[in-house]
């Protein structure tokens, strides 16, 4: 496989004379939501909320501690059995009423999502529509659950099935999709019949806090609690909390660990979705432009700070050389920019100076380990965290970037020989998240998922979800399901009662 070595070859659009994407009236209080109401926290110390477009500072949170913690999680149980004891049809008008109030404050909540993240108006208002969306389905979902029948299983009793509500959830959320995230855990936990207490990254804390406010009158006091602050001290006391009964985290496999550690000893629940490392099996039968077109989104989309992106494509050597002539025009035409630079943005920052130094590290590494750059290979001039969409080549089998998750602009690219080769290097890395296969062959559509150990598996498409089916891994990518009936079920808890009604 051969490319022309590429120099970094996107530059950054600015919008030196573009109003600003929000204004001091458009941000959150400041503040920890606790009880239905912004309150202070138990110490003066503050967390700097940075734009990673420009590096400014645009809000200043408080820093959560123990303490804060703990207040939130008593109010989460003072609310919690009025809120379970509501009848689905009461609990699905709630939700409703979010989805509609989320629906009311569209654009408000894209652009401040842009302006703390950094990402493309575009995936803002993917974001929030998709955030509507997955309350309008925990809404009617909940409203329609299923059970096993109740019947007599042994003579003369009489066996229920009752689901309940399982109390009060603590929930960790990521900076990548700080709205969506925390979505994809409050309705579904509401749903359920419980309450929660909500710990947003201090980065990207914004979009929660307005969520929070904005439907503080829609909920009981107590239902809904957030907690800004670090997850060494503000996520690590809700994970270990005695009074919090499941702790839900999307984040990193780091982050997982330390919070399954801290749970272990009160044996709560636990639910992770953590990272991923995509693999992109494509055939020689399939559709090279197509699957290049879809790349273009699935692998740059917020960035490629997504746990589902297209980061590391396996394809077949007869067609490597065509693939990657395909894929490395769709990169070098893709918009980078700020997101007020116009509707076409398509890549932004990454969300920090921290990351921003890692995925550039990355990047360094590969080139001097003997990986072609074909397009991209580092950073941008100017002010604001970005990195030029990048395609790597000729990446021998175990390199580094080929089995760590990047999450960033970066797709890495391989080739294999046959099937076998495919299936056993498309499996071989330590997360299980996601995948795809291209190819037009209905019989290799069929096996090969079914080999490959993902929980999600697209073929001849990637990155496309839906409310109604389930989204979580294997292996290091952790356990439990977010979207669907499923993440009810995760969120709840079976009973048995049996009657014995015999003379």
Known sequence: ??????????????????PPLISADDLPPARHFVDGKFLDGSTERVIDVVDPSTESVIARIPEGTSEDIDRAVAAAVAAKASWARLVPKDRSEVLHAIADRVAEHT?????????????????SRDDVGMTIDTFRFMAGAMRATTSMAAGDYAENHLSVILREPLGVVGVITPWNYPLLMAAWKIAPILAAGNTLVLKPSEQTPLTTLKFAELVADLLPAGVLN????????AGARLAEHPDVDMIALTGSVNSGRAVARAAADTLKRVHLELGGKAPVVIFPDAD??????SLRTAGFWNSGQECGA?????????????????????VRALV????QAGEDVEVGPMVSKAHFDRVTGYLERAKSEGVRVATGGGALDGPGYFVAPTVLVDVP?????AREEIFGPVITVEAFADEEEAVRRANDVPLGLSASVWTENARRSHDIPARLDFGTVWVNSHLVLASEVPWGGFKGSG????????ALEDYSRTKHVMHNHGS
């Open 107 to 123: 654009e408000l909540l894209a652009k401040l999502e842009s302006a703390n993240t950094g990402k493309p108006l575009a995936v």
């Open 479 to 486: 356990y439990g399901r977010d979207l669907s009936v499923y």
């Open 226 to 233: 957030v907690v800004n602050g670090y997850g060494a001290v």
């Open 336 to 339: 980078v920019g700020e997101p």
């Open 288 to 293: 090279l432009a197509a699957a290049a077109s």
């Open 1 to 18: 496989m051969t490319t022309d070595a590429g120099l970094t070859t996107a530059t950054v659009r600015r919008a030196a004379d573009a």
């Open 397 to 401: 089998e175990g390199a580094e970037v």
């Open 310 to 330: 297209a980061c590391r494509v396996l394809v077949h050597e007869s067609v490597a050389e065509e693939f990657v002539g395909q894929l490395v025009d769709e």
